[in-house]
């Protein structure tokens, strides 16, 4: 059994990586509130990532930073500081935890991390340019820590497209929302925290040995596709 740090798993898609995670390997959990599972191979450490300290950890095989932001309005509605603190918890968020856990994570067994970045940084999408651009900052930071690291462990990303989950209720908060999203999407559906969690799982995994430095989208084809 391996050990993976996962910060932000108490909800939404974190908490389907956790409950994934749990059934083969041993999970800590950092978060400002507690997973509502509990597991013998549980541990959580209640911490907030941008202003608290971060725990000590003596053994882990893989990071996953899940930790995110949907802030979508006008630009000329955004303030300055908006901009700062989606750029803080996507980006500074994840350099935190990559630097806290490094020397532990290269110790690890075919040591892995996986960052989370989104589908607007490929689609133009009106409202989006803060997340957007916080987004595309981890993305170059997969890119880079990819080939700064290649010797030594694999980081990837994840771009999901909307999700069903507390971060994403604004866009699915009622029939008429859920239907629109679903139409946009070329196979008419968007994504379950469970069928990201699986691409999470996958890239920790000794089955993905070979990657690194990638973004994976899992888009329902509304990048990849024009119908």
Same mark, same amino acid.
Request: net charge neutral; hydrophobic share 40%.
């Given at each position: 059994?391996?050990?993976?740090?996962?910060? &932000?798993?108490?909800?939404?898609?974190?908490?389907?990586?956790?409950?994934?995670?749990?059934?083969?390997?041993?999970?800590?959990?950092?978060?400002?509130?507690?997973?509502?599972?509990?597991?013998?191979?549980? $541990?959580?450490?209640?911490?907030?990532?941008?202003?608290?300290?971060?725990?000590?950890?003596?053994?882990?095989?893989?990071?996953?930073?899940?930790?995110?932001?949907?802030?979508?309005?006008?630009?000329?509605?955004?303030?300055?500081?908006?901009?700062?603190?989606?750029?803080?918890?996507?980006?500074? &968020?994840?350099?935190?935890?990559?630097?806290?856990?490094?020397?532990?994570?290269?110790?690890?067994?075919?040591?892995?991390?996986?960052?989370?970045?989104?589908?607007?940084?490929?689609? &133009?999408?009106?409202?989006?340019?803060?997340?957007?651009?916080?987004?595309? &900052?981890?993305?170059?930071?997969?890119?880079?820590?990819?080939?700064?690291?290649?010797?030594?462990?694999?980081?990837?990303?994840?771009?999901? $497209?909307?999700?069903? $989950?507390?971060?994403?209720?604004?866009?699915?908060?009622? +029939?008429?929302?859920?239907?629109?999203?679903?139409?946009?999407?070329?196979?008419?559906?968007?994504?379950?925290?469970?069928?990201?969690?699986?691409?999470?799982?996958?890239?920790?995994?000794?089955?993905?040995?070979?990657?690194?430095?990638?973004?994976? +989208?899992?888009?329902?084809?509304?990048?990849?596709?024009?119908?």
């Amino acid at each position: 059994m391996k050990t993976y740090v996962v910060v &932000g798993g108490s909800k939404g898609i974190g908490n389907a990586i956790v409950t994934t995670l749990l059934e083969n390997h041993y999970v800590i959990n950092i978060s400002r509130s507690a997973p509502k599972l509990t597991h013998p191979n549980l $541990t959580h450490h209640q911490c907030d990532i941008l202003t608290d300290q971060l725990p000590n950890i003596e053994t882990a095989d893989g990071l996953v930073y899940c930790p995110g932001s949907i802030n979508l309005k006008p630009i000329s509605r955004f303030s300055l500081d908006e901009f700062r603190n989606d750029y803080e918890i996507n980006v500074i &968020g994840a350099v935190k935890a990559i630097q806290t856990y490094l020397n532990v994570i290269k110790n690890g067994e075919n040591p892995s991390i996986v960052l989370f970045s989104t589908v607007a940084t490929k689609l &133009g999408m009106p409202f989006h340019s803060s997340v957007a651009a916080a987004k595309s &900052g981890v993305e170059g930071l997969v890119k880079s820590l990819g080939a700064e690291l290649a010797t030594t462990l694999r980081i990837n990303a994840i771009a999901p $497209t909307v999700t069903n $989950t507390e971060l994403a209720s604004k866009l699915l908060r009622n +029939e008429k929302m859920i239907e629109n999203i679903t139409e946009r999407h070329p196979m008419k559906k968007f994504l379950q925290p469970q069928d990201v969690a699986e691409m999470a799982e996958f890239l920790l995994s000794d089955r993905s040995s070979s990657i690194s430095g990638q973004v994976f +989208e899992i888009d329902c084809g509304i990048v990849s596709f024009k119908i």
